[in-house]
């Protein structure tokens, strides 16, 4: 019998190794000086960690490997996501000092569990199997269960995180189902082996098992990332979790399900994209015009940016449709950009609250436009890059989006989603009519100093909005070569 | 020294990237004064827009009139994944648009010296900006670029009216001008993409610049589609019957520099877009949808009128006669000859005179009062004489009498709609007659009579600023009346050209999409003839 050695090649999975390490540090770190609530030093601890594994993690960019019986690659495609994860981590750590002290959460266990859903993400994105992938997936959305929950006292946080676990234990569920329908039918987990396997038994096209599979597999990925009609725990979730950990759902889960779900669809399960196609348009088409229409009537800023995140969602399912490759290359650059504006929008929700008093209704951005003219102008160009107005990031990334989707030829399909886009600007307008054309109902003051971490987060969320938007042709073309090889 | 030089050469190799971007340093600027320092605000604002004018005019002077296409052309790579360019340059029509935006922003901010006395740091950064996405609308040869600037131009217009306009429909306003424009828009980026597409897989060429998506023939059945979509886009701007209902509301509640503005620059995006983009690029649609266009603004005009006549707030009274005037520039367009093209290019100069004088005019009243109501007044004219001449000469401008520019326009408007087709011109010549109907008995009630209202005894008349905001524009309205061949030699040429291009490209289309043997019989600079599928006169 043969057995053969899986080549072990930890350099491809270095990234991931030192985010574990540091995370583990930070717990252990955390334990001694549990007694001290909201300790700023285990963030900054992390931010280096993360600054670490972002050096491992860039020059994998060009290369293309596979290691751990192509378990696990380092390609562009995974590396892209990596690295947008990890900025995505680098500004919730950067947005949570300051916030963990102030929401009194155990700092030790937040930081520790903000790197291992890290690693999960990053995970999710390397991996060119179904089980890694599911390792990945079970990684993220455990810490994520818990940061949810992670204030005690709070009856809302509590609630929050026990939606999201039960409904996420139970979309887990159907996505290990369909996983298991995909194995049974082609006798493989491995992207690759799998997609070779469809290729050569081209009967399989029309047998129901792997359909069924495929299904499932869409319900899955369809509960991480907030598409219509899995949608349905999002606002409860995002309004009770702590808001930094709101943004970190919003942008890291949201990207790594649209990672392992690209990866699986397009690398694996090419051949069904007739199949497929038919019933994402309609989702697509739900899951944005859900999002914009009921982002409308919310009064809170947490429910509210929720229900545009589906509707963000639904934008880039849109690219999804598109199924070519800028298709795809804009959905990397669409989640870039996304997260900057959207973390961005947290940390002036943040900002805005202060102890016993977190001010999230939309009424309290009232006459704040003036009275703190930095933030209120901030907070101006996340809503508008989220509303796609040009020369902000959001535009350029609707605009990939959109042309991908013409370029393909789904024309109404764009065309519904510009009118969606339309009808966003609405909500998001309507903040900046309350900050700058409205008096305050109450005042606000009293507000903590901004701390540095978090004016860092927000000058970067900024650049990276307008850097997107007035040169977006360096990230693009980046996220063109890192789709190469996956199609 | 050389040093100085060096730079200021390379300046002139950027010269629309300088007019363009200027303002936004100025805007930059004001951004380090401190707010209280409300003078100095002001001044520098003004310094800024004043430069950006005075840079502006050699254009005018150092554009050759005898060469057919763009001028001052700067072309640099933007984004070159999509084949998106920074493509500037002018022709004779943008041209005149351009110095029009520079002019009226100095008039602007002049009005605005003691209208705006809250957060006018604020107020002058919104308006430089405002500054920059017109005239960068108005250079871009790109339809990215375009579309970019043409967005950017909402953001700031919005913040006008709804933070300095009339606390009590401003927010109304505001937000549903921007929904409107917004919503037009949207399609427009479609359109474009689809269009890009298109040239993409017939000619091989990523690209977005106008000028080469020109060459292109698209299929009849898609120009219809995209021709559509671009115009619903121009016509919600212009603002063309129906989509005309954001703009009185914009207009009244906007404060008066606003008003200006959108009267006098943004409206006119519309129109240009027509003669820019919708026309040349889809002239077989143009052609198919040229009697649709053509009765809407005509209804545009008399309806226009008719409910002027009924206004009872000053305001809103100019605001309709926008949609009026408007219709004129869509009829004299849609002629398609030399007189009514021309007609219309050099209405859109006029309505941003005399429409945005008529404004000013209201804003210096309604400072004085508050109030913009026709029933307030009467008597006017034997309190305040100066300000009563010049709103005669600019009433009188607005009507079209000659010797004002309003006469020139008008006229060749008319006479290209009837080479067009009579009928066309017989209707809209009587929306000639409203308008004087409408402005004359506004003037009436507002400046004759015996002065009822005690509280209008008081006034005082224009102050020295005020008259130097006026005199320019009087000064354009009889320069422009008298002598209006000092403009036409600028755009004469490129007109000729636009109407020889569309010609050109509308039988390529026809040849291209129909296998039937089509006539198409020219006179002198008039497209006319008839095609199989529609009836052109």
């Known amino acids: 019998m043969n057995i053969s050695i899986p080549e072990i090649n930890f350099s491809i999975i270095a990234p991931e190794l030192i985010l574990s390490a540091f995370g583990l540090v930070i717990l252990l770190l955390g334990a001694f000086f549990s007694e001290k609530r909201g300790n700023d030093h285990l963030g900054y601890i992390s931010l280096l960690g993360i600054v670490v594994a972002f050096f491992f993690t860039v020059p994998l960019m060009e290369t293309s490997q596979h290691a751990f019986n192509n378990m696990i690659a380092a390609d562009g495609f995974g590396v892209f996501f990596k690295v947008t994860f990890l900025i995505i981590a680098s500004l919730t750590v950067l947005i949570s000092i300051g916030y963990v002290q102030r929401a009194d959460i155990a700092s030790g266990e937040y930081y520790a569990l903000i790197m291992f859903a890290t690693v999960g993400m990053m995970l999710m994105a390397a991996a060119t199997s179904l089980l890694t992938l599911f390792l990945g997936l079970e990684t993220m959305s455990i810490s994520i269960y818990v940061l949810a929950g992670i204030m005690r006292g709070d009856k809302k946080s509590i609630e929050s995180a026990m939606k999201y676990f039960i409904l996420g234990a139970f979309a887990t569920g159907f996505l290990l189902y369909g996983m298991a329908m995909v194995y049974g039918s082609t006798g493989s987990i491995i992207l690759e082996e799998i997609a070779a396997y469809i290729k050569s038994k081209p009967e399989l096209l029309r047998s129901p098992m792997i359909i069924i599979g495929i299904a499932l597999l869409t319900i899955g990925f369809g509960f991480k990332v907030a598409m219509v009609p899995f949608h349905m725990w999002t606002p409860d979730v995002y309004e009770g979790a702590p808001t930094s950990i709101t943004a970190f759902m919003a942008t890291g889960v949201k990207a790594a399900g649209f990672a392992g779900f690209v990866r699986v669809f397009f690398s694996a399960l090419g051949p069904f994209q007739p199949d497929w196609i038919a019933i994402m348009w309609v989702l697509a088409v739900a899951t944005m015009t859900v999002g914009n229409v009921v982002a409308i009537v919310q009064t809170n800023i947490k429910r509210m940016l929720a229900y545009s995140s589906i509707a963000h969602a639904g934008y880039i399912l849109v690219a999804f449709v598109a199924g070519n490759d800028l298709g795809t290359a804009s959905i990397l650059f669409y989640l870039l950009v996304y997260a900057f504006m959207n973390i961005g929008a947290f940390t002036i929700v943040i900002l805005l609250g202060k102890k016993g008093e977190e001010n999230v209704l939309i009424s309290d951005y009232a006459g704040i436009g003036f009275r703190y003219p930095l933030l209120g102008v901030s907070m101006t160009i996340f809503m508008l890059s989220m509303a796609g107005i040009p020369p902000l990031g959001g535009f350029m990334g609707k605009f990939y989006v959109f042309s991908a989707a013409v370029k393909a030829k789904y024309y109404w399909l764009a065309i519904i989603g510009v009118l969606n886009s339309a009808v966003s600007v609405y909500y998001y307008l309507r903040v900046t009519v309350l900050m700058y054309f409205r008096e305050p109902e109450r005042e606000i003051t009293g507000l903590t100093p901004f701390s540095l971490a978090s004016r860092i987060a927000v000058i970067i969320a900024i650049g990276g909005v307008l850097y997107m938007g007035i040169f977006p042709a360096n990230v693009l073309a980046l996220a063109k070569r890192s789709i190469m090889g996956l199609m | ?537």
């Open chain 2, 1 to 537: 020294m050389n040093h100085l030089l060096s730079i200021i050469f390379s300046l002139l190799d950027h010269f629309l990237t300088t007019i363009v971007f200027l303002p936004i340093v100025g805007a930059i600027i004001l951004l380090l004064i401190n707010k209280e320092k409300h003078s100095a605000i002001r001044i520098v604002a003004l310094v800024f827009s004043l430069a950006e004018f005075v840079i502006s005019l050699p254009l005018f002077f150092l554009f050759d009139p005898k060469i057919v296409g763009m001028q001052f052309v700067e072309k640099a790579r933007w984004i070159p994944e999509y084949g998106i360019t920074y493509h500037l340059g002018i022709d004779g029509i943008s041209l005149l648009l351009v110095l029009l935006t520079t002019f009226l922003t100095v008039l602007c901010i002049l009005s605005s010296w003691s209208a705006i006395t809250v957060r006018v740091k604020e107020y002058m950064i919104s308006f430089l900006f405002l500054e920059t996405g017109m005239v960068g609308a108005f250079v871009a040869l790109d339809l990215v670029l375009f579309y970019v600037f043409w967005e950017v131009m909402l953001i700031p217009m919005y913040l006008l009216i709804g933070v300095w306009g009339d606390p009590r429909r401003r927010i109304y306003a505001a937000v549903k001008f921007f929904i409107y424009t917004m919503a037009g828009s949207v399609l427009m980026l479609i359109a474009i993409l689809v269009l890009y597409f298109i040239n993409l897989r017939s000619t091989g060429a990523a690209t977005f610049d106008v000028l080469e998506l020109y060459k292109t023939v698209i299929p009849v059945g898609t120009q219809y589609w995209l021709f559509a979509a671009f115009a619903v886009a121009f016509a919600i701007k212009v603002p063309m019957f129906p989509f005309h209902t954001w703009l009185p509301d914009a207009h009244t509640e906007a404060p008066t520099a606003g008003s200006v503005i959108l009267a006098g620059v943004l409206l006119k995006m519309g129109t240009y877009g027509f003669i820019r983009f919708a026309m040349p690029l889809f002239p077989k649609a143009a052609m198919a949808f040229l009697p649709l266009i053509c009765v809407l603004a005509i209804i545009g005009i008399i309806y226009g009128a008719l409910v002027s006549m009924m206004q009872v707030d000053l305001k809103r009274l100019v605001a309709f006669s926008s949609v009026s005037h408007l219709g004129y520039v869509m009829l004299g367009m849609f002629a398609l000859n030399m007189q009514g093209v021309e007609g219309s290019i050099y209405q859109m100069l006029n309505h941003g005179v005399s429409t945005g004088s008529l404004f000013l005019l209201v804003g210096m009243i309604y400072e004085r009062r508050h109030t913009r109501m026709i029933a307030d007044f009467g008597g006017l004219s034997k309190v305040m004489p100066v300000f009563a001449v010049i709103f005669m000469i600019v009433t009188l401008s607005s009507i079209g009498l000659p010797g004002t520019n309003g006469f020139v326009g008008e006229f060749l408007i008319l006479l290209g709609a009837f080479r067009s087709r009579t009928a066309y011109g017989v209707v809209a010549a009587t929306g000639v007659i409203l308008g004087a109907a409408y402005m004359l008995w506004m003037f009436q009630r507002v400046m004759f009579g015996e002065i009822k209202n005690p509280e209008n005894m008081k006034l005082k008349d224009l102050s020295r600023r005020e008259i130097a905001t006026m005199i320019p524009m009087v000064l354009l309205i009889f320069v422009m009346g008298i002598y209006p061949k000092l403009f036409f030699a600028k755009m004469d040429v490129s007109v000729d050209h636009f109407l020889k291009a569309f010609k050109a490209k509308y039988e390529m289309s026809v040849e291209a999409s129909a296998p039937r043997i089509v006539s198409v019989r020219s006179g002198e600079n008039t497209l006319e003839g008839k095609a199989s599928s529609s009836q052109i006169d």
